[in-house]
């Protein structure tokens, strides 16, 4: 909290911020130009560093979980909860 504020550049098209993580590290980002109804979940290292896709999740929206270990997310009318190191390990993109 406090200090200049930044800007910083991602390879997301229009990116949206839908959640931080609790240490403040990392960012929860879709496409606001997505042609998917569910649009993919990527984190996004604040400090720089590449994007990584969440997996193969699609979602409508999603958040952090309050320890940081999980990222709650809908699509549809279903709710989820994955580990982020499960996901961030399997994604191959």
């Not at 980002?29 to 990527?42: L, M």
Request: a negative charge; glycine letters at 8%.
């Amino acid at each position: 909290m406090g200090g200049e504020t930044l800007p910083f550049s991602t390879s997301i098209p229009t990116p949206v911020m839908i959640s931080m993580d609790p240490n403040r590290s990392e960012l929860l980002v879709q496409s606001w130009v997505s042609t998917e109804t569910f649009p993919p979940i990527w984190v996004v290292p604040i400090l720089g560093g590449t994007p990584r896709r969440f997996g193969k999740v699609q979602a409508t929206d999603g958040a952090f979980s309050p320890d940081g270990s999980h990222i709650v997310y809908a699509a549809g009318s279903d709710i989820y909860h994955r580990p982020i190191l499960t996901e961030l390990k399997s994604a191959s993109y």
